[in-house]
């Protein structure tokens, strides 16, 4: 992809949030003590948190802060992962396990403290997130969460059926999940507002320069864009779904580990006020148990932003707003005929175990993939955790369960069949309501 020809996508985000800090492109040789690839969450939390404790950093990102998925997703701040629960994790990654899921539990209230705390305007709104069930048998999967998610203390409650039609007001869902900190944020507004404080607190950030590559010289980790090279002590790579878009020896272990979906979002005109006192009238963010999935949240315009998934030929963004539109229609008919004012995509990326990867690199070198749809709240924290370890915490403080990149095998040609899992879910989806 060449970075000089790349375009902000035609996202909500991008019309309503104001412009970004001017920031300059890589030229020459430079030097930091931790450099990190991505302006994203998760490599503007950790630049934050390394200025924080007085670490000289500099961040070399592709186009802009919160270009990538960082600033074209839904927004929602969800503190789980998308499938494995905190039995799963422990039993896979034992006490690092452990220390993770306090991690996960904390996410949401922890993205929201860093916003408070450095005044960062992202239309945030700690208002909860719902799981609903969309079928009898599944009110399994919430029974589940809550008693495992209960165990480590957060913060969540089993819905009966009534309490979900009254929070959501639709008739559509069997109960649910809900957790209080869940919420909603503008995630380009975020993006743009952390690179705001890193620069204020003598960060470094070059912009529309693209890591080809990087290696260890001399002690020191030396990364390489088109116009110029920048060197540090350590290393942190944050590039997740991206990571092979601009160079493919980036880091080609990381970029084949994770399949990149492309995430449809899309944005309503504003609701009605009386619409919105029956259609999740406390504006808490919610996303169901469908294969293909049914999300909704407001922005602070009393938009619906909402989305889907499309496969096969045609003009995509047509027809997702048809079979979004309907859909709303039928889960909250008094909705009324629906437009929608923008509709974007980007990428998510994941893994076959629907596990986040944590990788050592090398000497002082880390790097993590595998959103899994929920990087929002995780890569705020998690930037914190990888900055503790570049600082030199020890393994039995972090709450990173390390592990060795697994490239998935013939990735080129997964990456191709990947969108025709989208007919899989629909079926599995239709057989449960059925």
């Known amino acids: 992809m060449d970075s000089a020809n790349v375009r902000w996508p035609d996202s909500l985000w991008a019309a309503v949030t104001p412009p970004g800090p001017d920031l300059p492109p890589l030229a020459g040789d430079a030097r930091a003590d931790v450099v990190v690839i991505g302006a994203g969450f998760t490599g503007l939390s950790s630049a934050l948190h390394l200025r924080e404790a007085g670490v000289d950093v500099a961040v070399v990102e592709a186009i802009e802060p919160g270009w ?18 905190p039995d799963d994790i422990v039993a896979r990654h034992g006490a690092a ?3 993770f899921v306090a991690l996960l539990r904390d996410s949401a209230s922890a993205l929201f403290d860093v916003a408070r705390r450095y005044q960062i305007e992202a239309e945030q709104e700690q208002s909860g ?11 399994k999967i919430a029974e589940r969460r809550v008693r495992q998610w209960s165990k480590f203390g957060a913060a969540v409650e089993l819905l009966s059926r009534e309490e979900t039609r009254q929070m959501l007001g639709s008739d559509a869902w069997f109960g649910g999940f809900w957790n209080r900190t869940g919420g909603h944020i503008n995630p380009l ?9 890193v620069l204020e607190r003598g960060g470094r950030i070059y912009a529309r320069s693209p890591a080809i590559s990087f290696e260890r010289q001399d002690h020191r980790w030396v990364v390489k864009t088109a116009q110029g090279q920048i060197s540090g002590r350590a290393l942190i790579v944050a590039t997740n779904a ?15 580990e994770v399949m990149p979906v ?13 619409a919105r006192k029956t259609i999740i009238p406390a504006r808490q963010a919610m996303s169901d148990t469908h294969g293909e999935l049914y999300f909704a949240r407001y922005d602070a315009r009393h938009r619906l932003v909402t989305g889907g998934a499309v496969i096969g030929p045609g003009n995509k963004t047509e027809r997702l707003k048809r079979r979004v539109a309907e859909r709303l229609k039928r889960l909250w008919p008094e909705i009324g ?8 995509n980007g990428y998510v990326g994941m893994t076959t175990d629907f596990l986040p990867r944590i990788h050592r690199l090398g000497p002082d070198a880390l790097g993590w993939t595998g959103c899994n749809g929920r990087a929002v709240a995780l890569s705020i924290a998690l930037g914190d955790e990888l900055a503790k370890a570049v600082r030199g915490h020890p393994d039995s403080e972090l709450a990173l369960p390390f592990t060795e990149p697994a490239p998935i095998m013939a990735h080129r040609l997964l990456r191709q069949l990947a969108p ?5 879910y629909r079926r599995r989806d239709a057989r449960e309501i059925a």
């Not at 092979?244 to 020896?249: I, L, R, V």
């Not at 005929?337 to 974007?344: A, E, K, L, T």
């Not at 025709?420 to 899989?424: D, G, P």
């Open 68 to 85: 990538g998925a960082s600033g074209r997703n839904n927004g929602q701040v969800i503190p789980t992962l998308s499938r494995p629960d």
């Open 97 to 99: 396990g452990e220390r």
């Open 129 to 139: 997130w719902v799981q609903p069930v969309h079928s009898p048998g599944r009110i």
């Open 189 to 197: 507004a975020l993006s743009r507002g952390l690179a705001r404080v």
């Open 242 to 256: 991206y990571t092979g878009e601009f160079s493919g020896s980036l880091a080609p272990e990381i970029a084949h």
């Open 262 to 274: 492309l995430s449809w979002q899309m944005a309503t005109q504003p609701l009605s006020e009386d």
């Open 337 to 344: 005929d629906v437009s929608f004012d923008h509709v974007w």
């Open 420 to 424: 025709l899992m989208l007919m899989v």
